[in-house]
């Protein structure tokens, strides 16, 4: 069965500074992995995904993420972070050929705090 | 970018009403739409996932005689919670997508809250 976790309910993290939002996936076969932000009342919004390739995959504002396959992670990144980043991401993965269908972790509120 | 709309964006009703929900691509044929249900600051759980001209596919657990997914056209699909009740109170998110060569495309619409009283 395909799982996401997202081990932490909330990162802090002070404006300027790096942030990391981690993910760890279990999927038979090959993962589609996927990272979305949410505002509050608010649908999703895509960031970024990784379907094969480059490990390091950018995306939307400023982020990336690396997929690890050894440890079964796509923790998603940003250099410097902003006050607006604050929100809900999730991760989120896809058993390959399974059109659409996802499998959604915990979420994770980011704060960036001025 | 592709767009998908969902109407209401909030809606009150009382307990024993029915109530629907839209979910529109815009700029789009969906060729599937899924639907999903989120608890305040908890993942979105997959109710649903339908294919224009034939039945939904219910997730385990979801009562398809309570949440009717209708998905007549390629730009619109519905969810209908029937005889609602309190703890039908939630967020409901739809998705639409399409195939396009060497890729598929999911896009979500902003979501329904939904107050049962």
């Known amino acids: 069965a395909q799982s996401v976790a997202q081990p932490e309910d909330q990162v802090n993290v002070a404006e300027g500074n790096p942030l990391t939002v981690k993910c760890t996936y279990s999927v038979s076969g090959n993962p589609y992995l996927f990272w979305y932000v949410q505002y509050p009342n608010r649908g999703l919004q895509f960031l970024l995904k990784y379907i094969t390739g480059d490990n390091l995959v950018k995306g939307s504002y400023g982020f990336e993420a690396e997929f690890n396959k050894s440890q079964t992670s796509f923790h998603l990144k940003k250099p410097s972070a902003l006050v607006s980043d604050s929100a809900l991401y999730f991760c989120?993965?896809?058993?390959?050929?399974?059109?659409?269908?996802?499998?959604f972790g915990q979420g994770t509120t980011l704060q960036v705090k001025p | 970018g592709a767009v998908v709309s969902q109407h209401p964006s909030r809606v009150i009703c009382k307990s024993g009403t029915s109530v629907k929900i839209e979910c529109r691509s815009l700029d789009f044929q969906a060729t599937t739409m899924f639907w999903y249900r989120q608890f305040p600051k908890q993942s979105l759980m997959l109710m649903a996932t339908?294919?224009?001209?034939?039945?939904?596919?219910?997730e385990q657990g979801v009562e398809k005689d309570k949440f009717l997914i209708n998905h007549a056209s390629l730009t619109l699909s519905t969810l209908t919670v029937t005889s609602a009740h309190p703890e039908d109170s939630s967020f409901y998110i739809c998705?639409?997508?399409?195939?396009?060569?060497?890729?598929?495309?999911?896009?979500f619409g902003s979501g329904t809250q939904l107050s049962v009283l």
């Open positions: 339908s294919n224009e001209g034939s039945k939904a596919t219910y």
């Open positions: 998705s639409a997508g399409f195939r396009e060569v060497g890729n598929e495309k999911l896009f």
């Open positions: 989120a993965v896809r058993r390959g050929g399974n059109t659409g269908k996802l499998i």
